[in-house]
Nanobody, 122 residues
Framework: HVQLVESGGGSVQAGGSLRLSCTAS????????????MGWFRQAPGKQREGVAT????????YYADSVKGRFTISLDDAKNTLYLQMNSLKPEDTAMYYC????????????WGQGTQVTVS
């Protein structure tokens, strides 16, 4: 298992930007024995949790929800064990609690979650 700690949330006006960070307690490639995926998810009040962006550790494709394509970018810094989500052109509908998660086998089974960071867009 890995501990994940998110930060970087806050309140911003529509059209603004935020960068979320998620720091892992160990190196990303040690989270699983093979392919490892990291992802960002969000949940707004009264709504189901949805995937925002996911990426393979060690290279490979990243995937984005249609609602954030062209506005959000997922990236990582292996040296800092940190996952990022750059969010530009924010909209009120992006308001949610954002969580990062780890899938140790890249099979869409997210075992470890952070505590979340709130993003509010007005």
């Amino acid at each position: 298992h890995v501990q994940l700690v998110e930060s970087g949330g806050g309140s911003v006006q529509a059209g603004g930007s935020l960068r979320l960070s998620c720091t892992a307690s160990k190196a990303f490639d040690s989270i699983g024995s093979g392919s490892v995926c990291m992802g960002w998810f969000r949940q707004a009040p009264g709504k189901q949790r949805e995937g925002v962006a996911t990426t393979y550790i060690g290279g490979g494709a990243s995937y984005y929800a249609d609602s954030v394509k062209g506005r959000f970018t997922i990236s990582l810094d292996d040296a800092k064990n940190t996952l990022y989500l750059q969010m530009n052109s924010l909209k009120p509908e992006d308001t949610a609690m954002y969580y990062c998660a780890a899938d140790p086998h890249c099979v869409d089974s997210w075992y470890d979650w952070g505590q979340g960071t709130q993003v509010t867009v007005s």
